[in-house]
């Protein structure tokens, strides 16, 4: 199964928005409700930002959301901030009983 | 607060057996509320899961890692263990252990990783 497909690279100014994308097939993000994202700064592990496509976890801030249509999930970002500056994740259930990853997006604040 | 520690040697040569043990605190494998799982993530930063077990020993694997992989639990130590044989360069990650939803499939909580490096 092949990883999900993510952009590279991202970037954005303090307080604007963005929106990562995660594309799969119908196997895998359109097929099931279970997407979830990870955020991972240098060094450290990966931490839970969203899961089963929308939801978030205690202390995650607000201005993370997630969202699916069709083959492709989103994640969105509003009011950047410095800290958000990391690498970002998503991953995805599949109908072979696994999880993929994507291949990870850096995302830059400005 | 539930803590993950993975621990293990750091260098393994070709063809031997990795083994990395995760202790988990602050939270019982045997309460039987989630699933544990090991997870690695190449130099490149690609991530793979590798598979999951439930504290009746149960286990389910990434069929990409084609049987090289054991994941096995010691409950009286709240443990849980991965052995991955037949090692080449390829297995060159750092590995995470982490606690899995069990009505899900997502990752609330990781360890903080351990390098482990395939080279004689």
């Known amino acids: 199964q092949s990883a999900l497909t993510q952009p590279a690279s991202v970037s954005g100014s303090p307080g604007q928005s963005i929106t990562i994308s995660c594309a799969g097939t119908s196997s895998d993000v359109g097929g099931y409700r279970y997407v979830s994202w990870y955020q991972q700064h240098p060094g450290t592990a990966p931490k839970l930002l969203i899961y089963d496509v929308s939801n978030r976890p205690s202390g995650v801030p607000h201005r993370f959301s997630g969202s699916k249509s069709g083959n492709t999930a989103s994640l969105t970002i509003s009011g950047l901030q410095a800290e958000d500056q990391a690498d970002y994740y998503c991953?995805?259930?599949?109908?072979?009983?696994?999880?993929?990853f994507g291949g990870g997006t850096k995302l830059t604040v400005l | 607060q539930v803590q993950l520690q993975e621990s293990g040697p750091g260098l393994v040569k070709p063809s031997q057996t990795l083994s990395l043990t995760c202790t988990v605190s602050?939270?019982?494998?045997?309460?039987?509320?989630?699933?544990w799982s090991w997870i690695r993530q190449f130099p490149g930063k690609g991530l793979e899961w590798i598979g999951h077990?439930?504290?009746?020993?149960?286990?389910f694997y990434n069929p990409t890692l084609k049987s090289r992989a054991a994941i096995s639990v010691d409950t009286s130590k709240n443990q849980f263990s991965l052995k991955l044989n037949s090692v080449t360069a390829a297995d060159t990650a750092v590995y995470y252990c982490?606690?899995?939803?069990?009505?899900?499939?997502?990752?609330?909580?990781w360890g903080r990783g351990t390098l482990v490096t395939v080279s004689s």
């Open positions: 982490a606690r899995q939803a069990f009505f899900s499939w997502y990752f609330d909580l």
């Open positions: 991953a995805s259930y599949t109908n072979s009983d696994t999880v993929i």
């Open positions: 077990m439930y504290y009746s020993g149960s286990t």
């Open positions: 602050g939270d019982s494998i045997s309460s039987g509320s989630h699933y």
